[in-house]
Nanobody, 116 residues
Framework: QVQLVESGGGLVQAGGSLRLSCAASGSIFSINVMAWYRQAPGNQREFVAALSTSSGSTNYADSVKGRFTISRDNAENTVALQMNSLKPEDTAVYYC?????????WGQGTQVTVSS
């Protein structure tokens, strides 16, 4: 089992920045990929960014490339999402995701609201 707890959401003006953090605990040795997804009202949950725990390679949705950065702190077992140049369309609940070979885990989500 893996437990994920997000933090760092909030309200910010367009053009501003926020940093989300996801603390992982439990069987973290089994995790292959850590990722962030988001879901806006009335929309399906969508991929934002991912990081391979073995290689450190990253992948981003086109909509956030150049603005968002996913990173990890192995000592703290956390994964962060630095969000810069935020736009109103970035408003959503952001979810941390962890994937092992056999299972996928989700955090409870944190709200990000970007005002115009």
């Amino acid at each position: 089992q893996v437990q994920l707890v997000e933090s760092g959401g909030g309200l910010v003006q367009a053009g501003g920045s926020l940093r989300l953090s996801c603390a992982a605990s439990g069987s973290i040795f089994s995790i292959n990929v850590m990722a962030w997804y988001r879901q806006a009202p009335g929309n399906q949950r969508e991929f934002v960014a991912a990081l391979s725990t073995s290689s450190g390679s990253t992948n981003y949705a086109d909509s956030v490339k150049g603005r968002f950065t996913i990173s990890r702190d192995n000592a703290e077992n956390t994964v962060a999402l630095q969000m810069n140049s935020l736009k109103p369309e970035d408003t959503a609940v952001y979810y941390c995701n962890a994937a092992s070979q056999y299972r996928t885990y989700w955090g409870q989500g944190t709200q990000v609201t970007v005002s115009s």
